[in-house]
C-alpha cells in the first residue's frame, strides 16, 4: 500500500540551534504547529514520501539509515501517523481539514486581516504610529504636477522593508483615484497563472471595497487560467500589506480595490517565455487593460513585490554573501527594464538566469509590464536584507511610474544607481 506523500504546499527552512541542523515548516494554511521545526533525519525520511513510497519502500530506506538494524512495521506506521497528526501528509484527513477551511473562506463577504497582531499592530492608534514612524524615515519627495500612474513597493516584512516602503508610499500622498488594481504574489497558488477575489479586504484602519463587477469581467475573460476559488489570498501578506498603508496615506479616499494574485510563470506556461505569456493569458491581459485605460475611471495600479531570494534557505548551496554581487546585477538589470518598460528585455534578463535567484514578484511585474500605459519609470530605493542565522539574504525595491509630460522630447528617466 503506498503512503500519502509530504504536502507540497508547505515551506522548508534549513535553520541552526545550540549548534545543531534542524529544519523549520511553514504551513500557509496554518495547520501545521507554528514554528515546528524536525531534525535531518526525520527531514530525509519526509522526502521519501512522493506519494508513490510504499510502507516497504520506507523501511528498507530506514534500515539503510540506521546501518542495516530492522525497523519494524509498526514503528513506521507510528511514524507516518505522527506525520499525519501534524498535518504534514497529503492524506484524507489534512484534505478534509483543507476542504473545510475552504469553504468556510468561500461563505465569507470580508477578507479579515491575517497578518495584524503578528507582522503589524492590532489597534488602529497603534497602526498609525507604526506606519508613521516607518514613512518618516524617508524624505518627503518634491511635488509632481505628473500623475501616478503605477507603484511598485515591497511585501517582505515591515520591519526589514521600511526604507522601501517609505519611499513608495511618500510618493502617493495625495494622489486621486477611483480603483486601485493590487498585484500581489500568490505564495501557495499552484496550478493557476492568477487567483482573484471580490471579497472586501478588511484592517485595522477600516474597509477597502473590491470592484465586483470589474473581478467578474476578469474571471470571465481567464477563466482557464485564474484558480477555481480565492482561497489562497485568506493568509497572502503582499496585498495585504499594501492595504495597510493604502489606507494611511489616502484616508479621505475610497477607491475600489481589484485584487490580483499572480502564480509561478515557470510551472503555469508551457514555456517560459513572454511569447507563452501572451499567447496563454492573453484575453485575461487585455482586459485588464482595458480597466487601466477606461476613461470614467482614474485607475492606480500597485504592485507588491519582492526581488532575489537567496542562499541556503531559498534551496542554494552557497551563501547569501557569495551570491550577492550576482543577485545585484540581476536586480539592476531587472529594474532598468521594469522602468524602461521594456518587456522582452524583462523576459530575457530572468531567461539568461534561469530565474536562479528565485525572484517571487517576476509573475506580477510581467504582468505590469503587460497593462501599464506609455508612462515614466523612476527607481525610488533598492536594498539587500540579509539574514545571518541562515547565510541567506533578500532584496526588494521601490519603483513609481507617472504619466509622460506632454512635450515629446523628453527620454524615459533612467533607473537610479543601485549600489
Known amino acids: 500500500m503506498k503512503l500519502p506523500g509530504i504536502r507540497c504546499d508547505l515551506e522548508f527552512f534549513p535553520i541552526q540551534h545550540e549548534g545543531q541542523q534542524f529544519v523549520l515548516i511553514r504551513d500557509g494554511l496554518g ?19 512522493d506519494g508513490d513510497t510504499t510502507l ?17 512495521t509498526d514503528e513506521i506506521q507510528r ?3 505522527h506525520l499525519d497528526e501534524s498535518f504534514l501528509l497529503d492524506s484524507e484527513r489534512y484534505r478534509e481539514a483543507r476542504n473545510r477551511m475552504i469553504a468556510d473562506f468561500a461563505s465569507r463577504r470580508l477578507r479579515p486581516c491575517s497578518h495584524c497582531g503578528k507582522s503589524y499592530p492590532r489597534t488602529p492608534s497603534e497602526l498609525k504610529a507604526r506606519l508613521d514612524k516607518i514613512l518618516n524615515s524617508h524624505p518627503v519627495p518634491a511635488p509632481s504636477e505628473t500623475k501616478i500612474t503605477a507603484l511598485m513597493a515591497p511585501h517582505i516584512d515591515l520591519s526589514v522593508g521600511f526604507r522601501s516602503y517609505a519611499a513608495a508610499y511618500q510618493t502617493l500622498k495625495g494622489t ?12 501557495q497558488l499552484q496550478g493557476s497563472l492568477f487567483c482573484l477575489t471580490d471579497k472586501d479586504f478588511e484592517t485595522p484602519l477600516g474597509l477597502l471595497q473590491a470592484d465586483q463587477e470589474a473581478v467578474g469581467r476578469l474571471r470571465e475573460a481567464g477563466r482557464d487560467i485564474i484558480a477555481a476559488n480565492d482561497f489562497v489570498h485568506r493568509t497572502e501578506h503582499s496585498i495585504e500589506f499594501q492595504a495597510i498603508f493604502l489606507q494611511h496615506v489616502l484616508p479621505d479616499l475610497s477607491p475600489a480595490i481589484v485584487p490580483i494574485l499572480c502564480g509561478s510563470l515557470q510551472a503555469g506556461l508551457p514555456d517560459y517565455t513572454r511569447q507563452a505569456y501572451q499567447e496563454t493569458a492573453g484575453g485575461f491581459l487585455e482586459n485588464l487593460k482595458s480597466l487601466v485605460r477606461e476613461p470614467e475611471q482614474d485607475t492606480l ?7 532575489c531570494h537567496i542562499g541556503p534557505k531559498f534551496g542554494h548551496t552557497m551563501p547569501a554573501p557569495a551570491m550577492e554581487a550576482q543577485a545585484r546585477t540581476h536586480d539592476r538589470n531587472l529594474l532598468r527594464h521594469l522602468v524602461n518598460q521594456d518587456a522582452d528585455g524583462f523576459w530575457q534578463e530572468s531567461r539568461s538566469v534561469g530565474d536562479r535567484f528565485n525572484v517571487c514578484g517576476f509573475s506580477a511585474l510581467a504582468c505590469l509590464l503587460e497593462i501599464l500605459p506609455d508612462c515614466r519609470g523612476e527607481v525610488l530605493h533598492h536594498e539587500i536584507w540579509h539574514e545571518p542565522p541562515t547565510r541567506s539574504a533578500v532584496s526588494f525595491a521601490a519603483a513609481v511610474f507617472r504619466q509622460k509630460p506632454e512635450s515629446p522630447d523628453r527620454e524615459t528617466c533612467p533607473a537610479r544607481s543601485l549600489q
Request: glycine share 14%; charged share 15%.
Open 301 to 307: 495600479i500597485i504592485a507588491g513585490v519582492d526581488f
Open 79 to 81: 511514524l507516518v501517523a
Open 56 to 72: 516497504r519502500d520506507l523501511q528498507t530506506a530506514l534500515m539503510r539509515q540506521k546501518g542495516g538494524t530492522l525497523v519494524s
Open 176 to 187: 486621486a483615484c477611483a480603483r486601485i488594481i493590487l498585484l500581489g504574489v500568490g505564495h
Open 31 to 49: 495547520l501545521v504547529e507554528e514554528g515546528k521545526a524536525v531534525g535531518l533525519p526525520l527531514f530525509q525520511i519526509m522526502g521519501l514520501l
